[in-house]
């Protein structure tokens, strides 16, 4: 097995058959050869940097019911929140003095924040700190908002794909969700220039190492910025409650994967695998991960931002985050970049291609 490694350090890629049996492979050989490569290329690519990502829970209102978030509409249990424009404010001003130069404005997708609400924030940001990079991640909006939301200076936005395959799209979401409108949504903003980030849920409800290859396979497709994966963590208050959630193993051996298929991609050690881990995160480090996204959202919200269960860091203030993960990144033998931290296709130009 440690063969398929050796091949696909050397060609970044495998068939589908290889693929499979690697992500199917109970070796630890084969694990720890991954791992040696996965750190070997990051490093060849960013050195031993880490880019930090301000994340700023902005909404936890969300039209959508996907069945494995905690925030889902039917989740009548859920406390509901909605950040204002200077709470805002107050966290970037916040996180810049910690030394962030990327804000990450995520929610739920709440109607509240029209394109009207958003753009004067977004113009906000853009003109106090024009050396932050402002990335999005407020789910599935129109061509006509995403541009809106781009001419008003946001130069990135997250949105998992979480699942490439039509049959398991279909397990993990409401009818009225579309992996057709997904696909078409990331297509759409990689054209507006953004730069993009893809992803999925490992070890996800129904999920099997041959819906993990169609995943590689979108995004190969794709060729995303940055691709977001962590742990499925199961909600007590979803209907996938009694589903096993991912492992670390598999984890990880996604991510070393991902790494030598995308030399270059920005890949962060999620939040989702430090919870399932008290390690997670310095192993995915470890593992080519090459990103961190601490918690900036004001203390009183933190724990109404409830996607899954037993999310770490949600007691700590922003300070304290910044803190911990520079700590534990110094101590994997890594360091924090004080840079906005863009693709390297994107640094030359600042945003051009
Ligand atoms: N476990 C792990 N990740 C989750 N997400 C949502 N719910 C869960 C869960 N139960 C992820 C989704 C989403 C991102 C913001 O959080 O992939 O895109
Ligand atoms: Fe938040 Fe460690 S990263 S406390």
């Known amino acids: 097995m440690t063969g ?3 091949k696909l350090y050397q060609n970044g890629d495998l068939s589908d058959e290889e693929l499979l049996s690697l992500i199917n492979s109970n070796d630890e050989q084969t694990s720890e050869l991954l791992k040696k490569y996965a750190d070997e290329v990051r490093q060849r690519v960013y050195g031993k940097k880490v880019f930090l990502r301000g994340l700023i829970e902005i909404s ?18 859920a406390q509901r929140y909605r950040l204002s424009s200077e709470e805002i404010m107050s966290c970037c ?7 962030f130069r990327t804000f990450v404005l995520q929610g739920g997708e709440d109607a509240f924040f029209s394109d009207e609400v958003l753009v004067p924030i977004i113009r906000a940001i853009r003109e106090k700190y024009f050396d932050c990079a402002i990335t ?35 397990k993990l979401h409401p009818e009225k969700m579309s992996l057709e409108n997904r696909m078409n949504c990331l297509f759409t903003l990689r054209e507006l220039g953004y730069q993009v980030g893809a ?28 691709i977001g994966i962590g742990p499925f963590v199961p909600h007590h208050d979803t209907p996938f409650a009694d589903h096993n959630g991912g492992t670390l193993e598999l984890t990880l051996k996604l991510l070393g994967i991902i790494r030598l298929m995308f030399p270059k991609v920005l890949l962060p050690a999620t939040t989702a695998l430090g919870t399932i881990s008290p390690v997670g995160r310095e192993l995915g480090l470890h593992t080519g991960c090459n990103v961190v996204m601490p918690n900036l959202s004001p203390v009183k919200v933190r724990k109404k ?22 700590k534990r990144i110094n101590s994997a033998g890594y360091i924090v970049s004080g840079e906005r931290g863009d693709h390297s296709d994107f640094t030359a130009s600042q945003g051009e291609k």
């Open 93 to 99: 001003e916040n996180g810049y003095e910690l030394g």
């Open 60 to 77: 936890s209102y969300c039209r959508n019911d996907c069945l494995y978030c905690g925030i889902r509409r039917s989740n009548k249990n």
């Open 305 to 326: 931002y409830d996607l899954y269960d037993n999310k770490i860091c949600i007691g700590e203030e922003a300070a304290e985050c910044r803190g911990c993960l520079e």
């Open 199 to 226: 992803g999925f849920m490992v070890g996800a409800p129904y999920q099997t190492a041959w819906h993990l290859v169609k995943d590689l396979r979108f995004l190969q497709k794709l060729q995303p910025q940055m």
């Open 136 to 170: 999005l991640s407020l789910g599935e909006r129109s061509y006509e908002s995403y541009k809106r939301l781009r001419d008003a200076g946001a130069d990135r936005y997250l949105l998992r794909h979480e699942a490439a395959s039509e049959e398991l799209y279909a």
């Open 4 to 6: 398929l490694v050796e």
